[in-house]
């Protein structure tokens, strides 16, 4: 009798287990009382007062008291009481709640994590980080959620001191956060503030660059750069086969109409299949206003009209020119007008009359003043 009981129950606890995601009208009938079913679904109808800015049903507070009848170990009962306070708005007691359960459960996350939500809202920014760095641990890149948050707060005064050393101990977070600001033309002094040496690479900077140039703040696009550790002379590079740069180098934008390879001191290795229009490069620029000549050598058949370079103005993407890519060394002649004080350089392929796949390699390609060009 005892091993038909014994049976039962594992029976019952696979189909709860297993259903209770899927058909959680199946679990609820095998077994109501399961505590973590009972967990579960108080957690989850909390949770969706609180979306609703409603208090929870007081129902739910009593399923987890018959849950934890049977797990009287379990951390869900502190949880779901310290949830439904903080649905009050009674964070005192529920903060207590939450330490509590991570004294009783310190490798449980949801904890903690309510623990940092809630410390964030009250500016406690030192005691939302030894949860979030708790939780990383547990849970990598979890603390990636509370950027906005953070990035809010960085908008009080005086919040930068407190925020700064933070986000230094914590570099995932750190850039989820900059990557916030980047698109906030209000937070450019904070994003100059938190820009240190070897932030080139990063998204976020590429994005707050280009959006002041955008905005023709050159200036700051210069400072921000500068901060990050570029030394923005704001002329053509030399490709580097990679992308550490930063934004004033080139950019290869690989896509089903074609490709570029390059190897720093190689060439510029070309695939252009011919069929669709395509940016295959960008270079960012600052030059100053005045005419300039476009060198290039190129190796590799490249028929007319199809590949050529083109001089676009970042602030309203009007064209200062446009130079054809062929075989042999040439150059062409580019004017540059005071009014346009950032520059995009695009190598651009266009089909021709007849479409066919370019495969060329261009060894050197310069853009200088025209009195210093040879």
């Given at each position: ?81 310290a ?23 310190p ?24 949860q ?71 998204v976020w ?21 500068a ?96 130079v ?28 021709g ?14 853009l ?7």
């Amino acid at each position: 009798m005892l091993l038909l009981l014994l049976a039962g129950q594992a029976v019952r606890t696979a189909i709860v287990t297993t259903q209770e995601e899927r058909r959680p009208a199946l679990a609820r009938a095998v077994w109501p009382s399961y505590p973590p079913l009972l967990f579960n679904q108080a957690l989850a109808g909390i949770g969706a007062a609180a979306r609703e800015g409603r208090a929870p049903d007081p129902g739910l507070l009593a399923d987890i008291e018959r849950g934890s009848l049977g797990a009287p170990l379990a951390v869900e009962p502190l949880l779901v009481k310290a949830t439904a306070q903080l649905a009050a708005g009674q964070s005192q007691p529920a903060e207590a709640l939450l330490r509590a359960a991570v004294r009783q459960d310190p490798r449980a996350p949801a904890a903690r994590f309510l623990l940092a939500d809630l410390y964030i809202r009250q500016e406690r920014l030192g005691d939302a980080m030894i949860q979030l760095t708790a939780l990383d641990r547990r849970v990598g890149g979890i603390s990636n959620g509370f950027a906005p948050a953070v990035a809010r707060y960085l908008g009080q005064p005086g919040a930068l001191p407190k925020v700064a050393p933070v986000l230094a101990s914590n570099p995932p977070l750190r850039r989820a956060v900059l990557q916030e600001l980047s698109t906030d033309a209000k937070a450019d002094p904070l994003l100059l503030a938190l820009a240190r040496r070897g932030d080139l690479a990063e998204v976020w900077l590429a994005q707050a660059f280009e959006r002041l140039l955008a905005a023709g703040n050159i200036p700051a696009a210069r400072a921000l750069y500068a901060k990050a550790g570029g030394a923005p002379t704001g002329g053509l590079t030399r490709w580097s086969g990679s992308d550490q740069g930063g934004p004033l180098t080139w950019r290869f934008n690989p896509s089903p109409s074609g490709a570029i390879e390059s190897q720093a001191g190689g060439p510029m290795q070309i695939i252009y299949y011919g069929r669709e229009e395509a940016t295959l490069a960008v270079h960012l620029l600052l030059l100053p206003p005045g005419n300039y000549v476009l060198d290039q050598r190129v190796t590799g058949e490249v028929p007319a009209g199809t590949l050529e370079w083109r001089l676009v103005c970042v602030s309203d993407s009007r064209s200062l020119g446009v130079v054809p890519v062929a075989s042999g060394a040439g150059r062409g002649a580019l004017t540059i007008p005071a009014n346009c004080p950032a520059q995009r350089l695009q190598l651009f392929g266009r089909p021709g009359e007849f479409p066919k796949t370019i495969n060329a390699a261009i060894s050197s390609v310069t853009l200088q003043q025209a009195g210093a060009a040879r």
